[in-house]
T-cell receptor, first 116, second 117 residues
Framework: AQKITQTQPGMFVQEKEAVTLDCTYD???????LFWYKQPSSGEMIFLIY??????QNATEGRYSLNFQKARKSANLVISASQLGDSAMYFC?????????????FGTGTRLQVTL | KAGVTQTPRYLIKTRGQQVTLSCSPI?????VSWYQQTPGQGLQFLFE???????NKGNFPGRFSGRQFSNSRSEMNVSTLELGDSALYLC????????????????FGPGTRLTVL
């Protein structure tokens, strides 16, 4: 069964610094996608970045990059130049791509607090 | 392009009642999934609908049900509410069949926060 593990319940980072949020996963499907979502206190899940299991390069989206290490089954999110607005819950999620089901499996999340 | 909309945003019910939540996906999206988020259990998959058919179901009791209409709008129903059903219910829509890259993404709505007293 697919599983996502986020071992950091909470993280602090100073404004303008970079921060890495950890995510490890487990799946037997050779084809899968990894996602990071941001959830502010309002509740909506905001898509940040995606990495496919067959992608050769690490995904980047603006200040977000995904450090994908397939052999270690890790997909860490790196946020560069943190901003106060980055304070939120961050969830790592995975979708197995064999077949057509859209189910996402989520980790328990990391609460990021950006300080002055 | 309008995002995923969910109604109502907030709901208060009492034990034993039933509730219906609604989700309108992004125009053109045909797959709708529902998730329950609680402090104790985190985010859990409820079910997924495509072309008015349930394709995938999570590990929830039969009190939780859903359906999808021909315009892809979806509703979920919870009967005989229990205190433990208090949660944020999130709906997500996606293109189907799965493509590559970010087209696998599921776009989430703002959620319906259900409180059961």
């Amino acid at each position: 069964a697919q599983k996502i593990t986020q071992t950091q319940p909470g993280m602090f980072v100073q404004e303008k610094e970079a921060v890495t949020l950890d995510c490890t996963y487990d799946t037997s499907d050779p084809s899968y996608g990894l996602f990071w979502y941001k959830q502010p206190s309002s509740g909506e899940m905001i898509f940040l970045i995606y990495q496919g299991s067959y992608d050769q390069q690490n995904a980047t989206e603006g200040r977000y990059s995904l450090n994908f290490q397939k052999a270690r089954k890790s997909a860490n999110l790196v946020i560069s130049a943190s901003q106060l607005g980055d304070s939120a819950m961050y969830f790592c999620a995975m979708r197995e791509l064999t077949g057509t089901a859209s189910k996402l499996t989520f980790g328990t999340g990391t609460r990021l607090q950006v300080t002055l | 392009k309008a995002g995923v909309t969910q109604t109502p945003r907030y709901l208060i019910k009492t034990r034993g009642q039933q509730v219906t939540l609604s989700c309108s996906p992004i125009s053109g999206h045909r797959s709708v999934s529902w998730y329950q988020q609680t402090p104790g259990q985190g985010l859990q998959f409820l079910f997924e609908y495509f072309s008015e058919t349930q394709r995938n179901k999570g590990n929830f009791p039969g009190r939780f049900s859903g359906r999808q209409f021909s315009n892809s709008r979806s509703e979920m129903n919870v009967s005989t509410l229990e205190l433990g059903d208090s949660a944020l219910y999130l709906c997500a829509s996606s293109l189907d069949p799965p493509g590559t890259g970010a087209s696998n993404e599921q776009f989430f709505g703002p959620g319906t926060r259900l409180t059961v007293l």
